[in-house]
């Protein structure tokens, strides 16, 4: 599987100038998608009324904050990351020896790019995305996937489902991109996320049937 998962790493990961670097590390942040977040409070509150606006604002809250956790939880960062301690976390793929043919420990290969000091690098990495030394489970999957799921199950419109999942689909292939994740860390992140993305939606929809009024 790691074979597998390195391969399809390398084949996806690439040198595509200063240009796409910073644009890729500007999806991979939290600025750029304001204006997503604002278009999609925006359908929720216009069809569904301000009261379920605000139930759907918390639910979102819980789903995305419970899957940074969790992530957090796999890759012993966070405030629960000691509850695996014999779990032992992936190292990204910036960090990973095997991939530059190396036969040296993981840290070192993290002081080398630190310290930009590695000479001819087979993995492609900007110097503002080095940092982090666990990938397992990607948080950035996790959490997009929990919005695109909630909120294209809340606003069901086909052209905003399209528009949610070429997000969703951007922001992770940009993890890959900056050598934050392999394949499979975004695989466990995004199954997390589409998971509580669809219990926050099974509780949207049966409080609004009890309690939603519109308008």
Do not use: Q
């Not at 759907?56 to 819980?62: E, G, I, M, P, S």
């Amino acid at each position: 599987m790691y074979t597998f998962d390195h391969d399809l790493f390398l084949a996806l990961n690439f040198d595509g100038g200063t240009c796409l670097d910073r644009a890729m590390l500007a999806i991979s942040g939290t600025p750029l998608w304001i204006p997503l977040y604002l278009l999609v409070f925006w359908l929720v509150g216009r069809r569904y009324g301000w009261r379920m606006l605000l139930l759907f604002v918390l639910l979102l809250a819980a789903a995305m904050g419970a899957a940074d956790i969790v992530a957090g939880i796999f890759k012993h960062s966070g405030p629960l990351g000691g509850l695996l301690p014999d779990f032992a976390p992936r190292w990204r793929p910036m960090f990973t020896p095997e991939l530059e043919g190396l036969a040296i420990a993981p840290d070192s290969l993290r002081t080398l790019r630190e310290g930009a000091m590695l000479a001819d690098p087979v993995v492609h990495v900007p110097v503002e995305a080095v940092g982090g030394r666990y990938g397992t489970v990607s948080a950035h999957a996790s959490t997009v996937c929990a919005l695109c799921v909630l909120a294209a199950s809340t606003i069901r419109r086909r052209a905003f489902t399209l528009l949610m999942v070429v997000c969703t689909v951007v922001i992770c292939y940009s993890r890959l991109y900056l050598a934050k994740h392999f394949p499979m860390d975004l695989f466990w992140g995004g199954a997390l996320g589409l998971l509580l993305g669809w219990l926050g939606a099974k509780l949207f929809f049966a409080l609004d049937r009890r309690f939603g009024k519109r308008g």
